[in-house]
């Protein structure tokens, strides 16, 4: 069944908020946003998320509103987007023009374009919840994958056996995330929804090692060849 919105309870941040030009402008505003905040909130997703989201409950009640009003985690992340891309594109890019592009297609449209898509309720929470999910995965998809790809890329069992468990667990944390978000929304019903992708994710994990796909390097050859 999908997410519904209870009876008598009103979603309020659905409609459209004053606060998002006040967002858009501090972003090109540094010495507005909470950067140890950010980096707290960074940590805590990978470690306790739960955590994370008992202060958006608190961030509700002192500031009525769900969304963050700080983009400092969006800047922060695209900032590491652009960083962790880079080392991939100096270990196996093969042209400056090539690197920028790359370098453009991760941020703009793996993280950008992605989360204002799938922000459909209450969409700058929505994005924030992405953001939030994020995270971790380009922990585990970019810098974890970096380090270990040239076992993941080798030929034979093991590596795609790594490389498939890495993909299942970053893939299944996310929908954990976008679960714990949406999960402390009052007017949302039936949230558990947004685990159901973890189901299909295990289901398919040991099919693709079954038949000796490797998305590492099936995702090295996309980009790099």
Not at 140 to 155: C, R
Request: glycine share 4%; proline share 6%.
């Amino acid at each position: 069944m999908l997410p519904t919105v209870s009876k008598g309870r009103t979603p309020t941040a659905v409609r459209p908020s004053p606060m998002f030009p006040q967002y858009l402008r501090r972003i090109v505003k540094w010495q507005q946003m909470d950067i140890e905040y950010t980096f707290w909130q960074m940590l805590h997703l990978c470690t306790s998320p739960k955590v994370v989201y008992q202060h958006t409950k608190y961030h509700k009640q002192t500031k009525n509103q769900w969304a963050r009003d700080d983009p400092g985690f969006v800047v922060i992340l695209c900032l590491f987007l652009v960083v962790a891309t880079s080392a991939y594109c100096a270990a196996y890019g093969e042209s400056l023009a090539h690197a920028v592009s790359t370098v453009v297609s991760v941020v703009i449209f793996h993280f950008l374009i992605a989360g204002i898509i799938l922000a459909t309720c209450c969409w700058l929470y929505a994005f924030d919840v992405h953001c939030n999910s994020f995270f971790p995965t380009f922990i585990m998809l970019y810098v974890i994958q970096y380090f270990v790809s040239p076992i993941l890329v080798a030929h034979g069992f093991f590596p795609v056996l790594l490389s498939n468990l890495l993909f299942m667990v970053a893939m299944s944390y996310y929908h954990y995330l976008n679960f714990l978000g949406y999960d402390v929304l009052p007017f949302l019903d039936k949230t558990t929804f947004f685990l159901y992708p973890i189901g299909l994710v295990i289901i398919l994990s040991p099919l693709m090692i079954l038949s000796g796909f490797n998305p590492t390097r099936y995702i090295m050859n996309l980009y790099f060849s």
